[in-house]
């Protein structure tokens, strides 16, 4: 029995989901209409020039983008860790709590 999968936002029940474009651009629009975007750019290069450290990193983060994060998965020997399970977790877990 099919649902309509293709009309349908998520589970059924559930309107989850990424918002439809059109609701983001009027939204978008709203916002532009109380606030204009180069009188915010303005405040927010001011800042910039006091030297507040959260406008330089917003300014710098919308210019440039963010930093490429990465995660080293080697230990400092170089080599790789083995894959850890639930029940390593668990054993460590017990062999690291005092004894009573």
């Known amino acids: 029995m099919p649902d309509g999968r293709k009309n349908n936002r998520g589970t059924p029940g559930n309107k989850g ?3 439809p474009k059109a609701d983001e651009i ?3 629009q ?3 209409a109380t606030k204009a975007p180069a009188e915010v750019w ?3 290069a001011a800042r910039v020039d006091m030297g507040d450290t959260i406008a330089i990193k917003t300014w710098l983060s919308y210019r440039y983008g963010q930093p490429k994060q990465t995660v080293d998965h080697q230990s400092s020997d170089g080599s ?3 894959p850890r399970t639930l029940a390593d977790i668990y054993e460590e ?3 690291s709590e005092p004894e009573s």
Do not use: V, W
Request: hydrophobic letters at 40%; aromatic letters at 0%.
């Open 17 to 19: 989901g990424r918002k």
């Open 26 to 28: 009027t939204m978008i």
């Open 30 to 32: 709203n916002m532009d």
């Open 42 to 44: 303005q405040a927010l």
């Open 80 to 82: 790789m860790s083995p």
């Open 93 to 95: 877990d017990a062999e």
